[in-house]
């Protein structure tokens, strides 16, 4: 956890739900524990104001101090104090002393873990030795009926609400960590997948491809793509137009293939596509609908400009080794539909010998 800034106000603010819901509960038991033990006023006053001003006051002081986080563990440690000092005050009354205790025990561990319990456990013996110094204990009174039953909403109500936020808590970080490990595969630009969440999808195709009975089924194709001269488009036009260019295409790729379809930024203006359980045939149809629409587009930023496509095409063979085996086929082929004049869709020739009918360009 982060130990300053927002997260240490964050963590004031869970704490002060807890500590308002804690503090009330705990004045109710320490207040039946005390009262045959006719204390004197001022033991009253400091009862009143632990249990109904304290939270408020640790609240505003963390809120307003430098680091939140740091002055929020001084806080606690105040608790830890108050707590071993009123066990004293009650002179040690076994249920009342248990449970208090305890859940500060548990307090501490949830919020510190097992370091901080000690802490928090070596300054409540610091606050039984003032409250030895202030209460000199005569005898351990046995717990009466009235401090057991005031025992019990601090014993049960407590619990269920301190688990309660370390759920929403937990449910929050997690849901934080889906986001971060989706941003983390996604291109920032265009919102595709990126290079290395791309090729992931790519090796888990190829073991499905691979398991499949091979039929002469189509089992899935992969086509790389180039936006061609796109240097000459940023040069001319500016980086901001390339970068429309850029989400244009994978809006348009988003758009216009299956939701089963994979697709990605490969990197700098190359998009990848993997076209799960479809012939070559029906790729190259695919594909060439695709170019055809994006040779049309138009660019308010930049009325003059128009782009195109050189895509390559590797349809699955049962031969390949590996998935990279697969995405090398389907380079050379974009290879070959660049340097064969650009805007044209290529397959990669061993690729036509598996499909029947022949595909020819």
């Known amino acids: 956890m982060q130990r300053t800034g927002r997260k240490g106000l964050s963590l004031a603010r869970r704490l002060y739900t807890s500590r308002i819901l804690g503090l009330m509960l705990g004045l109710l038991l320490v207040s039946v524990a005390v009262y045959p033990l006719d204390p004197a006023p001022w033991v009253w006053w400091a009862m009143l104001f632990n249990g109904l001003l304290w939270p408020h006051v640790a609240y505003q002081w963390a809120r307003r101090a430098a680091q939140p986080y740091q002055a929020e563990r001084r806080n606690l440690l105040i608790d830890a104090f108050l707590g071993g000092f009123w066990v004293v005050a009650m002179q ?78 937990t449910d929050i970080l997690g849901r934080q960590k889906r986001e971060l490990l989706a941003l983390s595969r996604t291109d920032s630009l265009t919102g595709l997948l990126n290079h290395g969440a791309w090729k992931d999808r790519l090796n888990e195709e190829f073991q499905r491809c691979l398991r499949q009975p091979h039929d002469g089924a189509g089992h899935g194709v992969i086509a790389l793509m180039d936006i061609d001269h796109f240097k000459a488009i940023n040069d001319t036009y500016g980086h901001g137009a390339g970068d429309i260019v850029l989400r244009q295409l994978g809006k348009m790729l988003k758009q216009n293939l299956r939701a089963t379809d994979i697709v990605g930024r490969y990197g700098g203006d190359e998009f990848c596509v993997i076209l799960p359980d479809l012939t070559l045939h029906k790729a190259v149809l695919a594909m060439e609908a695709l170019r055809e629409r994006f040779a049309l587009l138009g660019y308010e930023q930049a009325p003059a400009l128009k782009g195109s496509l050189s895509i390559g095409l590797a349809a699955f063979n049962p031969a390949y080794g590996d998935a990279t085996l697969w995405l090398n086929d389907a380079d050379q082929a974009l290879y070959e539909a660049k340097t064969g004049g650009r805007n044209r869709v290529v397959c990669h020739r061993q690729c036509q010998m598996l499909e029947e009918p022949a595909v020819s360009f």
């Open 92 to 169: 040690f009354n076994p249920l009342p002393t248990a449970v208090t205790l305890a859940m500060m025990a548990m307090n501490n561990v949830s919020i510190g873990g097992l370091r901080f319990l000690f802490a928090g456990a070596a300054v409540q013996v610091t606050g039984i030795a003032l409250g030895l110094a202030i209460f000199p204990l005569t005898s351990v009174p046995m717990t009466s009926s009235a401090q057991l039953y005031a025992s019990l909403p601090l014993l049960c109500i407590y619990p269920l609400a301190l688990g309660w936020i370390c759920f929403r808590q």
